[in-house]
């Protein structure tokens, strides 16, 4: 690794003279020098930021294929050197300079300096006080996180330790109340802890969007989708409105199921340990589920491989490269393996090339044969963009939620009963009732999940960061959000001594950028109802995309423009139609029509 910071320290002034010894020795105009100027400061940063990409790249796939300190340490050291190159104030400087004619530059090119500015925020090298302290508490913070002992005694017992797996455990399957509401309030405990540190990552954050010319932290996150902040919270606030009548619906229909589970009277609200999940993020286990999982157990993990991979070459898409066979980590361990590997499924654009791969352990089963669908949708979308005319910088999605949109788009694909059908998985002669079905995709996360991205978690952060909350704020503020959007309320007052917000992941580790996630919902179900009704011609809740080269055309148009292009004029063109909620309401039409008998007479409003 040192050999690589040796080789920055030297090249980055060499160049630094290049440009001042071109500036001197021409005659052209001012403004073409500019030009010129820029476009060699490009041609040096997509030269050498592959490179370290890769290194990185290759470290963090060791790492998390041969889990050992060794790689870790390599891997750190890795990526500490591609920080340090994308956030050199050589970089920063540079590139802040050249953003201040962007009138006189082209779309492309000002994309990519605006790309290379955002990367640079990580770890700005012109603030280091400021980034070794962010550094700092950010490990703090996740070491909190990560080693938090959850107690589950009360008052004068023994400490008793459960991990959030049991947690989980216990509030998808108890139907004792009691129970459930300690263990919800245990489930809390790790926010008290995480409190002081958030508060401090506050500052550190906003002063690193500071210096990269945001006003807050959540600005600086919003800036990647070429929004404002107030233009991202109106869209969000605009999804939940839309939503808002069929999550009514849904909740109504919820809260009385679950009353009748617990033999209480109906409340208004919901109390949060009434649900299966600690946010109320979802809400499993309420709709019969519909397992598919035993139509897998005679085929093998290949063929589940296989078959993902037939499904993208039916469209007319290319075959995966040799390397990403050859490369990949597949399957699972054997139990007694010495090599341990993440087991978290993920797709990797290694070299910001042809090489890609994936990480998985895949199993005959059902959930494994929609997740190989998904992660194939990542390395088709960068085997499409990885071509001569998308420069390297821009060789991501056209933003960061429309890589989630096509793995799940093509989820959705994977589990329409005629494709199932026609591979022979699904006996032709098997039924299933549809309403279950859609209901239960609604409550588990498409519909549910709304509420909590668009309004609770994107509210939230964007106070945090740009009213900057303070310590006596937090919980009030949190709860609020949660009771206006979710129908939610707490079992018992919530005070300023606990910090609800920091048990959240992503408060912590992920800031600032949970609206993704909520885009990620509506692109998908904009482009699966165009590419069911305008492509297909057929019913949106059964259709069948495989074989269908027009999708394939279609799909494959998207995917190669990379980040190139502003996502909105992106979606327009593809669908016709701005960003929308409409064709996620239209595919949930039949649910919503169904609960509204269903609650017939009943209060929807909470
Ligand atoms: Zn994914």
């Known amino acids: 690794m040192s050999k690589i910071k040796l080789f920055l320290i030297f090249a980055l002034p060499s160049l630094m003279f290049g440009f001042v010894a071109f500036g001197l020795n021409t005659l052209q105009s001012k403004d073409e020098m500019r030009k010129k100027e ?16 890769s290194i990185s790249a290759e470290a ?11 790689h870790t340490g390599q891997r750190i050291g890795a990526d500490e050197t591609l920080a340090a190159f994308q956030g050199s104030g050589y970089v920063i400087n540079q590139t802040k300079k050249f953003l201040k004619q962007k009138d006189n530059l082209d779309y492309l ?14 770890y700005p090298g012109t603030i280091p006080d400021i980034v070794s302290k962010r550094v700092q508490a950010e490990a703090k913070q996740s070491q909190i996180l990560d080693g938090f002992e959850f107690n589950v005694a009360k008052n004068g017992e023994q400490k008793k330790i ?19 509401k300690h263990i919800w309030e245990v489930s809390k405990q790790s926010g008290v802890a995480l409190k002081n540190g958030l508060m401090e990552l506050q500052t550190l954050r906003n002063r690193v969007a500071q210096e990269m010319g945001y006003n807050s932290f959540f600005d600086l996150q919003v800036s990647d989708y070429e929004m404002s902040v107030n233009e991202m919270t109106q869209l969000m606030k605009n999804i939940n409105n839309d939503l808002k ?3 009514e619906q849904i909740h109504c229909w919820a809260k009385h199921k679950l009353a009748k589970r617990y033999n209480q009277p109906v409340p208004k609200k919901i109390p949060a340990h009434w649900i299966g999940n600690r946010w109320s993020q979802a809400f499993p286990g309420i709709v019969e589920g519909v397992d598919l999982n035993s139509l897998f157990k005679n085929k093998s993990p290949e063929w589940t491989i296989q078959q993902a991979e037939k499904f993208y070459t039916s469209l007319d898409m290319p075959k995966l490269p040799k390397s990403f066979w050859e490369k990949s980590d597949l399957y699972e361990l054997p ?22 791969r994936s990480l998985m352990s895949v199993k005959s089963n059902y959930d494994w044969f929609e997740t190989t669908h998904h992660e194939l949708g990542h390395i088709y979308y960068y085997l499409a963009y990885s071509n001569k005319d998308i420069p390297v910088t821009l060789r991501e999605g056209a933003n960061r939620a429309f890589h989630e949109a096509i793995g799940d788009l093509i989820a959705i694909a994977a589990h329409q009963p005629k494709y199932l059908k026609e591979i022979g998985v699904m006996p032709e002669t098997m039924q299933i009732d549809q309403t279950q079905w859609l209901l239960n995709e609604a409550l588990d996360n498409a519909v549910v999940f709304i509420p909590w991205s668009a309004g609770v978690m994107t509210h939230w952060e964007h106070d945090f960061y740009e009213e900057k909350l303070q310590p006596n704020q937090l919980n009030e503020r949190w709860w609020k959000y949660v009771s206006e959007f979710q129908g939610i309320e707490p079992p018992t007052k919530r005070g300023e001594e606990f910090c609800d917000a920091a048990t959240k992941t992503h408060i912590n580790d992920d800031p600032a950028q949970y609206y993704d996630y909520a885009m990620a919902f509506i692109i998908k179900y904009q482009l699966h109802m165009y590419i069911a009704k305008n492509i297909l011609k057929q019913d949106p809740h059964n259709c069948n995309y495989y074989g269908n080269k027009e999708v394939g055309k279609f799909l494959w148009d998207l995917l190669k423009l990379g980040a190139t292009k502003n996502w909105r004029e992106v979606i327009k063109e593809k669908t016709g139609e701005e960003i929308s909620s409409k064709p996620m309401l239209e595919y949930f039409n039949p649910i919503f029509e169904y609960l509204k008998k269903e609650n017939l007479g009943k209060d929807v409003k909470w």
């Open 162 to 180: 459960i991990t959030p797996n049991q947690i989980d455990e216990i509030l998808t399957t108890s139907k004792k109340l009691e129970e459930r």
């Open 245 to 247: 009548p069929l999550y």
């Open 109 to 122: 090119t000002v994309k990519q300096l605006e790309k290379i500015l955002r990367s640079a925020a990580s």
């Open 335 to 356: 139990p007694d393996s010495k090599r341990k590997k993440n087991t978290h499924a993920s797709a990797w654009h290694m070299d910001l090339e042809n090489d890609v």
């Open 38 to 53: 820029v476009m060699q400061f490009l041609e040096m940063y997509n030269k050498i930021y592959p490179k370290l990409y």
């Open 60 to 70: 963090n796939w060791k790492s998390s294929t041969d889990v050992s300190e060794e």
